[in-house]
Structure formats: structure tokens, C-alpha cells
């Protein structure tokens, strides 16, 4: 039996990047005490006011189908928010809801791009960005950002990246994995391409609130780019949420009819006693919002700091984000081989970097999603790692 070419345009490298992490897991629930940095999943809890509406809305029986494009309450509460930050009007006939950020940027490309476009993306990418542009029938071409220019972006190279089959420019910031957060300027020098050669501009902004160099910067702010920007964000890392797979799509009032179509035909509307909760996230500014970004800077200084002990690797402390990224190339092992034997010999986990892009290639990426002292715990094994490998390839 055949399956159909999808299988093959989801299976590409990004899918190999996990294989680290599944080992992990599988030797948790084995008993092994493994201390997981590999997935961006927050350790703390989400904000009780959340949780509390959540209960009250299946106490209240709200089990039943929802709007396709989610609660109009709901809806309102995400534009409410846009505005309030872009300072762009917004309206929810702008928003349809999705089962986060990743659903989001699958729902996007299949409205905005198809076969024979060109999506231009900045590598390294998420390990998903790949797949993502491929089964829309798109092809992702990457533009390097380059650990000698803190992985910012090279705008003069995206530039000389776009062609006459260009669909679309996709930025994330803060970006994931490298942590670096987008300036001003690079933002409006993107947006101004963008007009120049009438692109969609699609914009990852799950971490927007957790940038620690600088103020997030949203293309959707800029003069002339609410109709041409397309952002997709959520809960999952702000409020400690990912479980509830709360996300919203936010672009010009036409492409949401084109949502609404797709999410009828793939998902039928979002759990309603989950969208009351997330409403209690929306609707005010919660102080555990606040103290979680809080945490990822205190937890980035910390990580780093102890990081930078290790011999023959370069630590690289993030502008934003919930992770840190480690060059072990140093060491005389790629970062696949030391992820192994850090898992194997250190009990410790965490992801290689050369599955999102050649500008990766021997890093690792360490999520700070672990209390001080495991973190802490954590970054003295790697350093104790890097000390013995730097012992066995002493001349």
C-alpha cells in the first residue's frame, strides 16, 4: 500500500532533531532521574485564576462544540490585546483561534502559500518550519543567522533571497532556538521589503513576552503592514499554558474566512471550557505572567554563568526566550555525539541544533525550564562533561 507524497514533504530533518529527547523520555519513565532540557516546556504553573475559570466552565458544562474560529468573547479579548500593544486597530473579525502556535503556522502557510512559492525563512529555523512550508507545497529557502553576528539577521542576504516565486517572509522574535531578539530597525528594513515586493510577512511572536534585551517589536505596528502581516502567537510559554493548546492567528479581515474554512474541515472549533480559562489570561494582566518572565532572565544570567566554565565551548546568552545555546564544536564532538553522551553519562538532556539549519551545526540548545537549583545542577554536569573531553583530546 501507498501512502500519500505529505509523508514524505513532513518527514524532513527538523523530525530527526527529537530523537535525543524521545531516549530521554522513554529512560524517565524507565525511573531514571533525567534532568529534561530539550522541549520549551514551562515547569511552573500555570496563573490560578486560569486554572479556576478552566474547572468553572466544565463545572458548568461548556463540553460541547464551540464557534470554528473560536469564542467571540474570546476573539475580542486577543484584539483587545493586539491593539493594546501594536497600538494598530484591531477587531476580532482579524482573529481566529487555534490549538497554538504550531497549528497556527500550519493554518497560515496552507492559506498563504501553495505549490511553486517560495517561503523565505531565517536559519536556523524551528525544527518544524520545514514541514510546515512543505506541506503546503511551498519550499523553504533560508537565510543564515550567523553565531558571529549574535544571529542576527544578514538583511542585506534576505534581500538577495527573494525572486520572482517569493510567497512570503517569516521572522520569529525572540527568535527559537538562538534567543536573539530583532532590533527596531531590522524589523522596519524587513517590513519595507516586504512592501517593496508585496510579500505576506508571517510573524512567530510565542515568546514576545519574554525579550529581556529589548522591547519586542511587532511588523503588525508598522505603518503599512497590518494588511500584509500575518501573526500567530499563544499562551504556551507566557502563562505556563502549553497543555491547553490556546493560540490565535491575528491578520487583515479577509484571510479569516479562509481559516475558518480550513478549521471546519480539520478540527471543528476548540475546546469552549478551555477558551473561558485562557479568557482569564486575556482579559487583565496577570502578575504570574510578569514573575514568569521574570524567571527565564534570572534563570538565563544563572545558566550562562556556570556554562561559561566549561573548556572548549562558547556559551551564548539569549536577548529573549526560554533557552541558551552552547557551542561544543570545541570539544572535538558534534553536537548529536555530545548530546548522547550527556544523556548517557551525565543524565542529562538536551537538544542538538543541527537538525534547524548549517548555522547551528554543533550547538546545543538547553531549555530553562527547570527550578534554580536543577538548572544549576544541570550546568555543572555539562561543564564536568566538557572538563573530561577536554582531558581525553589533551595532547
Not at 468553572?56 to 470554528?68: D, E
Not at 533560508?142 to 538583511?155: I, K, N
Not at 564536568?384 to 573531553?389: G, M, Q, S, V
Amino acid at each position: 500500500m501507498q501512502f500519500a507524497p505529505l509523508v514524505d514533504r513532513i518527514a524532513g530533518r527538523g523530525a530527526l532533531a527529537w530523537s535525543v529527547h524521545f531516549d530521554a523520555v522513554r529512560q524517565r519513565v524507565q525511573g531514571r532521574d533525567v534532568l529534561l532540557l530539550t522541549v520549551g516546556d514551562p515547569d511552573q504553573s500555570p496563573p490560578e485564576a486560569v486554572i479556576a475559570a478552566t474547572i468553572a466552565a466544565l463545572q458548568n458544562h461548556k463540553t460541547g462544540y464551540s464557534p470554528i474560529i473560536g469564542l467571540p468573547e474570546l476573539r475580542a479579548a486577543i484584539a483587545a490585546r493586539v491593539e493594546r500593544r501594536s497600538g494598530t486597530p484591531t477587531a476580532m473579525e482579524h482573529v481566529a483561534v487555534v490549538p497554538g502556535t504550531q497549528a497556527g503556522l500550519y493554518a497560515a502557510l496552507q492559506c498563504l502559500a501553495g505549490p511553486g512559492d517560495e517561503v523565505i525563512a531565517m536559519e536556523p529555523t524551528y525544527a518544524t518550519y520545514e514541514a510546515v512550508a512543505a506541506a503546503a507545497g511551498a519550499r523553504l529557502v533560508t537565510v543564515p543567522l550567523r553565531p558571529e553576528s549574535g544571529f542576527h539577521p544578514d538583511l542585506a542576504a534576505l534581500a538577495a533571497a527573494v525572486t520572482p516565486r517569493t510567497r512570503l517572509l517569516w521572522i520569529n522574535s525572540p527568535h527559537n532556538p538562538t534567543g536573539a531578539v530583532f532590533t527596531r530597525a531590522e524589523i522596519e528594513t524587513i517590513a519595507a521589503l516586504a512592501r517593496r515586493h508585496d510579500l505576506w510577512l508571517l510573524s512567530d511572536e510565542v515568546y514576545e513576552d519574554l525579550a529581556f534585551a529589548r522591547p519586542h517589536l511587532s511588523p503588525r505596528s508598522l505603518p503599512g503592514m497590518a494588511g500584509r502581516t500575518v501573526v500567530v502567537s499563544s499562551l504556551s510559554k507566557s502563562h505556563a499554558m502549553p497543555g491547553f493548546r490556546l493560540g490565535w492567528i491575528v491578520g487583515p479581515a479577509p484571510l479569516v474566512p479562509h481559516l475558518f474554512n480550513l478549521l471546519l474541515c480539520m478540527l471543528y472549533g476548540g475546546p469552549p471550557f478551555i477558551q473561558q480559562g485562557a479568557l482569564k489570561a486575556l482579559e487583565a494582566d496577570l502578575p504570574e505572567a510578569a514573575a514568569l518572565a521574570e524567571d527565564y532572565r534570572r534563570r538565563a544570567a544563572l545558566f550562562s554563568g556556570i556554562l561559561a566554565e566549561a573548556p572548549r565551548c562558547r556559551v551564548i546568552p539569549p536577548e529573549g526566550g526560554m533557552f541558551v545555546l552552547l557551542d561544543v564544536r570545541g570539544t572535538g564532538l558534534g553536537s548529536e555525539a555530545f548530546a548522547r553522551r550527556l544523556l548517557e553519562e551525565e543524565g542529562v538532556a538536551v537538544l542538538p541544533c543541527d537538525g534547524f539549519g548549517p548555522s547551528a551545526i554543533g550547538h546545543l540548545r538547553l531549555a530553562l525550564t527547570a527550578a534554580d537549583a536543577r538548572l544549576a545542577e544541570a550546568g555543572r554536569r555539562i561543564v564536568r562533561l566538557a572538563r573530561r573531553l577536554a582531558g581525553e583530546n589533551a595532547p
